[in-house]
């Protein structure tokens, strides 16, 4: 089973930033990885994904405001998250990349922006 432990969110007030941080376990970090969200009620969606090489992508909404990185050296991922919307608020979760397996998934870490 692969571990996945993401840290970093909290609340935050429209406008502002965080930086999200996902450590991994095991053979899923060789993969391209991504960042996911689940907003309460609806399914959860892609966000970003970045390749062993660092090739990024995003989804739209978040384009120019969000950055994902990575440290392969310390098997984690991150997603600087800038001009926070409230349309942002939802659990985020770290994984492999939209077209790959992922055996299983992390508790993910809220990111609630409210003023």
């Known amino acids: 089973q692969v571990q996945l432990v993401e840290s970093g969110g909290g609340l935050v007030q429209p406008g502002g930033s965080l930086t999200l941080s996902c450590a991994a376990s095991?053979?899923?970090?060789?993969?391209?990885m991504g960042w996911y969200r689940q907003a309460p009620g609806k399914q959860r969606e892609w966000v970003a994904g970045i390749t062993r090489g660092g090739i990024v992508n995003y989804r739209d909404s978040v384009k120019g405001r969000f950055t994902i990185s990575r440290d392969n050296a310390k098997n984690t991922v991150y997603l600087q998250m800038n001009s926070l919307k409230p349309e942002d608020t939802a659990v985020y979760y770290c994984n492999a990349d939209r077209f790959y397996p992922k055996p299983n998934w992390g508790q993910g870490t809220q990111v609630t922006v409210s003023s």
């Open positions: 095991g053979s899923i970090f060789t993969n391209a």
